[in-house]
């Protein structure tokens, strides 16, 4: 079993900072790249988007919104992504998910992507 959990979303007025924690655990073996998404709208038919992604060895990548004032980091030793995200704009409402994509533990796993449960940001204005 592998468990993907997220904290930290929440009401925000316009210009303000938030930070999200994402923590992975269970029966894991190596972890690959790690990302956020969001989802502004909810229902059938609706995509994520890509927010920002972190390889294992620390390359990152930013969809161009969010480019200088969102920041991903991970801490390999507690398999753990971090989102902070500063200046934030009304249009950055949105439930975030974390992405783990990693391998577990035993022979012959395939690399596999692992979803958390999303959290609320809302940024007023």
């Known amino acids: 079993q592998v468990q993907v959990v997220e904290t930290g979303g929440g009401l925000v007025q316009a210009g303000g900072s938030l930070r999200l924690s994402c923590a992975t655990s269970?029966?894991?073996?190596?972890?690959?790249?790690m990302g956020w998404y969001r989802q502004a709208r909810q229902g059938p038919g609706q995509q994520r988007e890509l927010?920002?992604?972190?390889?294992?060895?620390?390359?990152?990548n930013y969809a161009d919104s969010v480019k200088g004032r969102f920041t991903i980091s991970r801490d390999n030793a507690k398999n753990t992504q971090y989102l902070q995200m500063n200046s934030l704009k009304p249009e950055d409402t949105a439930v975030y998910y974390c992405?783990?994509?990693?391998?577990?533990?035993?022979?012959?796993?395939?690399?596999?992507?692992?979803w958390g449960q999303g959290t609320q940001v809302t940024v007023s204005s």
């Open positions: 992405a783990a994509d990693l391998w577990r533990s035993g022979n012959g796993q395939a690399l596999q992507r692992y």
């Open positions: 269970g029966s894991i073996f190596r972890i690959n790249a």
């Open positions: 927010v920002a992604q972190i390889t294992s060895g620390g390359s990152t």
